[in-house]
């Protein structure tokens, strides 16, 4: 992975998400980029006659403040000796991720709360990058944690689609992880099962191991995390919704539970 893509804004899960990019920068000697997209429109009001107006000082101030995060972020890189450098656009954040990574190997961002903290909250943008993007993308918790770009490594596995698009996606990515272990829940891998992930592994020189586990009463995605944590996993593998959105929003889902609850740093692709 050595373009790596990251989500700047100057919320309070940054920090997070920056440590997390600059780790797999490390490991992987891979370039880091900046992607810091402001929509400006969303400022600019019309009026019933047609007028259209913004106030310079919440432009300004807006500005400002991306700036000064600009500065401390470039500030904190040039400490650590990664090669970086930056975007700065107008425009929604989701889409000018999308279109600046066409050729990103990563994509790194954070994921949505249930409750807020003090500062900005992250914007809940990871599912519409993970739509559209071609890239995997990286989703990180906000809080403190500590993520290792070379440790274990946990992939769901339902023989869908999107869980082997992840897999090959996210090879890199692996072939750097001490451990890599194959997770299916309650046989849902199908006409397609785990074995196969684990013979591709194979030919991509990955070891990997096959693990099975039950719910036990609990979601598909709380026996997910519970058994990726159980594992020691430093990253959750799995493709994005198996099913529509639409349906996912409406009904419930792994991804979108995932992306509620996780702990964890989650690699997704659709």
Known sequence: MKS??????????????????????RVHGGHLTCVQA??????????????????????????????????RV???????????????SDGDPAQVMVDRGRLADVLVLSRQEKQGRDGLAPLPIASDVALHARAPVLVVPPGPGTFRADGPAVVAWNG?????????????????SRAVHILTVSGEDGDFPASQAALYLSRHGVDATVDAREPEGRSIARTLLDS?????????VMGAYGHSRLRETVLGGVTRDLLSEASLPLMLAH
């Open 74 to 88: 470039e500030q904190h890189l040039s400490t650590t000796g990664i090669s970086f450098d930056w975007v700065d």
């Open 4 to 25: 790596i893509f990251l989500h700047i804004r100057a919320d309070h899960a940054l920090d997070a998400r920056l440590a997390a990019a600059i780790e797999l920068a």
């Open 228 to 236: 990726a944590v159980a594992l020691d996993a430093a990253c959750l």
């Open 160 to 176: 869908s689609v999107e869980a082997a698009h992840a897999l090959r996606q996210s090879l890199p990515f692996l072939r750097r």
């Open 38 to 71: 402001t929509p400006f429109d969303s400022f600019i009001v019309t009026d019933p006659f047609g007028g259209v107006y913004a106030q310079p000082s919440v432009l300004q101030a807006l500005q400002e403040r991306n700036d000064a995060e600009r500065a």
